[in-house]
């Protein structure tokens, strides 16, 4: 049945691969729950946020509270847009696609994770090509940025296969761990176009564009 009040529980993106549906409070669970498996090694620290060093239940609230507040805080100036991808109907990743600005700018920029044991299949470039296409087609968008630490190829691996340009770089620092070169990549409108896809199929975002402040 669809959900009678909040539109964004009615989209989905689907490719051949992967089915992307926004984090709804049972695919929190799910995505927890997945968390608790691994996402890259311990003492490692792809994320800007170190939520994954922290134990259950502790994690578990840290993430609800995570997709909440995307919802709760959702506004056409600024919003993050959390979807859980699914392979054969089981969770798999999370891709998100957030935005400060888009109706003047157009700008949007993404970030993701794969559980350890679904990496490395195509899935993280697939769910991100996924989300691009909501992004340009849907929405209109003119760029999506990415970043990603100098020594992650496989986050790296995903920006280039798509056709993303590197934009310089940065140093940033997460708690606990060393400062890490980070590279900006960011993939312009003129740059998808040539590679848009015609099996991505987006459903439900009509009734989603009000609250992206679009028409
Ligand atoms: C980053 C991440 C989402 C990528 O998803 P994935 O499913 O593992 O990646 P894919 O299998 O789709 O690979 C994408 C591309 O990167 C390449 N790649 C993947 N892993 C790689 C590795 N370890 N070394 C070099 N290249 C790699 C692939 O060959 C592929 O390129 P191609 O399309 O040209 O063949 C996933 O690995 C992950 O969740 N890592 C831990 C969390 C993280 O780093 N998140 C991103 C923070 S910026």
Redesign the pocket.
């Known amino acids: 049945m669809p959900h009678p009040t909040w539109p964004f529980f009615n989209l989905a993106i689907r490719t051949p691969m992967v089915e992307l549906r926004p984090v709804d409070e049972a695919l929190g669970v799910q995505l927890a729950l997945l968390a608790d498996r691994g996402?890259?090694p311990r003492g490692e620290m792809?994320?800007c946020v170190p939520w994954t060093d922290i134990d259950p239940p502790e994690r578990y609230w840290a993430s609800m509270q995570f997709y909440w507040r995307c919802w709760g805080s959702f506004t056409a100036q600024d919003w993050h847009l959390p979807f859980a991808t699914l392979v054969d109907g089981e969770v798999v990743?999370m891709q998100e696609v957030a935005a400060t600005g888009f109706v003047d700018l157009g700008v949007i920029r993404t970030?993701?994770?794969?559980g350890?044991e679904?990496?490395?299949?195509?899935?993280?470039?697939?769910q991100r090509a996924a989300v691009l296409h909501f992004a340009f087609d849907s929405l209109g968008a003119r760029r999506a940025e990415?970043?990603?630490?100098h020594d992650?190829?496989?986050?790296?691996?995903?920006s280039?296969?798509l056709g993303y340009r590197e934009n310089g770089d940065r140093w940033s620092k997460t708690d606990g761990y060393p400062p890490v070169r980070q590279v900006d990549l960011v993939l312009d409108r003129e740059a998808w176009e040539p590679q848009r896809r015609d099996d991505i199929v987006v459903t439900g975002a009509a009734a989603t564009l009000p609250l992206f402040g679009l028409a």
């Open positions: 996402i890259h792809p994320f990743g970030g993701s994770w794969i350890q679904f990496q490395g299949r195509g899935i993280g470039r697939e990415s970043a990603a630490n992650n190829p496989a986050s790296l691996g995903v280039r296969s």
